[in-house]
């Protein structure tokens, strides 16, 4: 007699795959693109992502679902699917972001005299979060003194050093962030998916730059 063992495929949900990336476990591309898809989807759905509120935020619909997007794989750790599904989870997370740039709307971005956009955006702007007031109180005024603009620079200079001893890769995108490249932009460049920056973004850029804060 002979025997036929029949393999049998596990498709995994994409709760499944939401929980890995949130544990950051290793996660196949075609499957971090599927779940950007699917989260960028719950995102669009929602009637408080309109053209309106992307208008009063001064962006495009397209840029505002991209960084909340970007929120939510930054916040995927928490996700429990014995507790909500994955649209009710984007759901929640969509208001939270909302609601919070809307607490800071007037808050204006600061910039260093040489226009490369101030360190507090690249780690705070679409996670949603409030930064630590002794990382804000380091950033330069409009209008840096002279030995403000130098201090900035050295902190820059350190960041990007050390980032580049860690991942090439993540030195190019902080350095295109820094020139004010979006994060669209920098996957486009760098040949990488959105999920896959936000995950280098979390992994090394953003602790590399809040341990000189």
């Known amino acids: 007699m002979s ?3 029949k393999s049998q495929v596990i498709e995994r949900t994409i709760e499944d795959i939401a929980v890995d990336y949130g544990q950051g476990k290793e996660v196949p591309p075609e499957e971090e693109t599927t779940l950007y898809n699917a989260i960028n989807k719950a995102v669009l759905s929602n009637p ?3 053209e309106s509120m992307a208008i009063e935020l001064g962006m495009t619909r397209d840029d505002l679902s991209t960084d909340i997007v970007g929120f939510v794989l930054n ?4 996700f429990d699917p014995s507790k909500s599904g994955l649209n009710t989870y984007v759901s929640m997370n969509t208001d939270n972001y909302i609601a ?6 007037h808050r204006q971005k600061r910039m260093p005299s040489s226009g490369i956009q101030s360190l507090f955006d690249i780690v705070y702007e679409g996670t949603g979060e409030e930064p630590p007031v002794s990382l804000e109180e380091t950033l330069p005024e409009d209008e840096p003194s002279i030995e403000e603009s130098l201090i900035y620079e050295d902190i820059i200079n350190k960041v990007k050093e050390d980032v580049k ?3 090439d890769l993540a030195y190019r995108m902080l350095e ?6 979006t994060e669209q932009n920098v996957a486009e460049e760098v040949g990488i998916s959105q999920p896959s920056l ?7 850029i953003i602790p590399t730059i809040e341990k000189y804060f």
């Open 75 to 78: 916040n995927l750790e928490p």
């Open 3 to 5: 025997w036929f063992i």
């Open 48 to 50: 408080k992502v309109s």
């Open 165 to 167: 001893r860690r991942d």
């Open 198 to 204: 936000h995950r280098k973004k979390k992994e090394i």
């Open 100 to 105: 919070n740039v809307y607490k800071g709307i």
């Open 176 to 181: 295109m962030l820094l020139e004010g490249y």
